[in-house]
């Protein structure tokens, strides 16, 4: 069964980068075609796609977010991560790592809450 | 961006009742639409794909229908399980969420 598991830093403080790396265990990341991605949800609100990342590097961005994100991938390790730059109070979210955002999400993991706070 | 606007915000339905959703896309998203459930303290889960697929292991009273730009999410006789929020999304370009429908107990 495949699984995904955020882990990370709980607290960042504003202006400074989220780091965040998801594990993919029970399968490869880099044996299959799909996409991996972020998607984050501030507390008691919607879904909102941040980006994705093929198993070969090839990533797409949401436009609204492209300036300050990154996300890479390291098929060694089984693993992407994201990279958020100059957070603000506004980034504060639960962070979800996910399967084919661009087809429909069928694994999630559980969630990592990230607030931004000095 | 492609707005995804859910109709209603919220629904009350009473357990055994019939529940219809709605999703309005600003621009046509063929058929490249999911239909996601949350409950809280969860991650989503994947009900629908391509607009009308189920995803593995979902109950047949779970129906999506719909493209180009008007979706619907049918589920055929509420469980007690089911009261949650809804969520929409389209992946026709890069992807965007509808705002959700939370569908209660009446």
């Known amino acids: 069964q495949l699984q995904l598991q955020e882990s990370g830093p709980g607290l960042v403080k504003p202006s400074e980068t989220l780091s965040l790396t998801c594990t993919v265990s029970g399968g490869s990341i880099s044996s299959s075609s799909y996409y991996w991605g972020w998607i984050r949800q501030p507390p008691g609100k919607g879904l909102e796609w941040i980006g994705s990342?093929?198993?070969?590097?090839?990533?797409y961005y949401n436009p609204s977010l492209k300036s300050r994100v990154t996300i890479s991938v390291d098929t060694s390790k089984n693993q992407f991560s994201l990279k958020l730059s100059s957070v603000t109070a506004a980034d504060t979210a639960v962070y979800y790592c996910a399967r084919r955002p661009d087809r429909g999400v069928d694994y999630w993991g559980q969630g990592t809450l990230v607030t931004v706070s000095s | 961006e492609i707005v995804m606007t859910q109709s209603p915000a919220t629904l009350s339905v009473s357990p055994g009742e019939r529940a219809t959703l709605s999703c309005r896309a600003s621009?046509?998203?063929?058929?490249?639409l999911a239909w996601y459930q949350q409950k809280p303290g969860q991650a989503p889960r994947l009900l629908i794909y391509g607009a009308s697929t189920r995803a593995t292991g979902i109950p047949a009273r779970f129906s999506g229908s719909g493209s180009g730009t008007e979706f619907t999410l049918t589920i055929s006789s509420l469980q007690s399980e089911d009261f949650a929020v809804y969520y929409c999304q389209q992946y026709n370009n890069w992807p965007t969420f509808g705002q959700g429908t939370k569908v209660e107990i009446k």
């Open positions: 990342i093929y198993y070969s590097g090839s990533t």
């Open positions: 621009q046509s998203v063929s058929s490249n």
